[in-house]
């Protein structure tokens, strides 16, 4: 098993950047692929973006393309979601999930950590 620490969120203004940070304990974050979801408040979980085993190749929900961007750092176990731009209705709390499918389909997900807010104000 493994459990996760998303980190990193705050109150950003209109355009500024934050970066996520998703930490595991337990086994290591490199035998799984790292989704990352969102959920504002009375809206459904979205995917944003999922990174694979190695960190070569990563896919992005059109929403946030260009803008954000994931990473691995395998020595410390940890992967990142790096966000530009950032619009208030990038607005949610954050979420990394850990599978052993590249997938970007919430349900399929085994590990989540508890999540991280982020809130842009316009």
């Known amino acids: 098993q493994v459990q996760l620490v998303e980190s990193g969120g705050g109150l950003v203004q209109t355009g500024g950047s934050l970066r996520l940070s998703c930490a595991a304990s337990?086994?290591?974050?490199?035998?799984?692929?790292i989704g990352w979801f969102r959920q504002a408040p009375g809206k459904e979980r979205e995917f944003v973006s999922v990174i694979n085993l190695s960190g070569s190749y990563a896919s992005y929900a059109n929403s946030v393309k260009g803008r954000f961007t994931a990473s691995r750092d395998v020595a410390n176990n940890t992967v990142y979601l790096q966000m530009n731009s950032l619009k208030p209705e990038d607005t949610a709390v954050y979420y990394c999930?850990?599978?052993?499918?590249?997938?970007?389909?919430?349900?399929?997900?085994?590990?989540w950590g508890q999540g991280t807010q982020v809130t842009v104000s316009s």
């Open positions: 337990g086994r290591a974050l490199r035998y799984y692929h």
């Open positions: 999930a850990a599978n052993a499918r590249f997938t970007s389909v919430a349900d399929q997900y085994d590990y």
